[in-house]
């Protein structure tokens, strides 16, 4: 003889029954702890953030006020920078082209210029007062130099040969 299964009673209709009174203590501590826990990550990220603005505060460069040696320092570099911005290459290239070109060779002994006022003056040794014109003459039909002046001339009697020192200004053209 074959056992049949057991009955499935289904009542829906069956009175609720109450959650024990461990089940509600287990739910008001988790609440507690969780909690606990959000109020302790709050002061965590307020902590951080007060650590993460004090090293940002020692972490910037203080702004100071400027002591009169870092002026004349930056007045200094920019002088410099103003200097080494100056196209040089046309004047000198110009400068020895002149010289060659000269019936007579001429000697450059020194070159001055100022960039500021546009000014250069030019200081050269020749034979005979003729080379120094022919020098002088060269250098105004320079695409460089505007209105170059003869300023002085001697005859150098230290010398064995006795050359002719000249000073010559012009202004620059850049």
Request: with cysteine; hydrophobic share 45%; proline share 8%.
């Amino acid at each position: 003889m074959r056992k049949l299964p057991a009955r499935v009673r289904l009542d829906f209709v069956a009175p609720v029954h109450r959650a024990p009174l461990w089940g509600a203590a287990l739910c008001i501590a988790g609440l507690a702890a969780a909690a606990a826990v959000g109020f302790a990550f709050a002061r965590q990220l307020a902590e951080r953030g007060r650590l993460e603005t004090a090293l940002a505060a020692t972490a910037q460069p203080r702004q100071r006020a400027p002591t009169p040696e870092s002026l004349k320092s930056a007045a200094e570099a920019k002088s410099i920078e103003r200097e080494l911005g100056v196209p040089w290459s046309p004047l000198l290239a110009e400068l020895e082209a002149a010289a060659h070109d000269s019936t007579e060779t001429v000697s450059l002994l020194r070159v001055e210029p100022d960039p500021s006022k546009r000014i250069v003056r030019i200081t050269a040794e020749v034979r005979e007062l003729p080379a120094a014109l022919d020098y002088l003459e060269r250098l105004q039909n320079s695409a460089v130099l505007r209105h170059p002046m003869l300023e002085s001339h001697e005859r150098r009697k230290d010398d064995p040969q006795h050359p002719l020192r000249i000073k010559v200004s012009a202004e620059w053209r850049t």
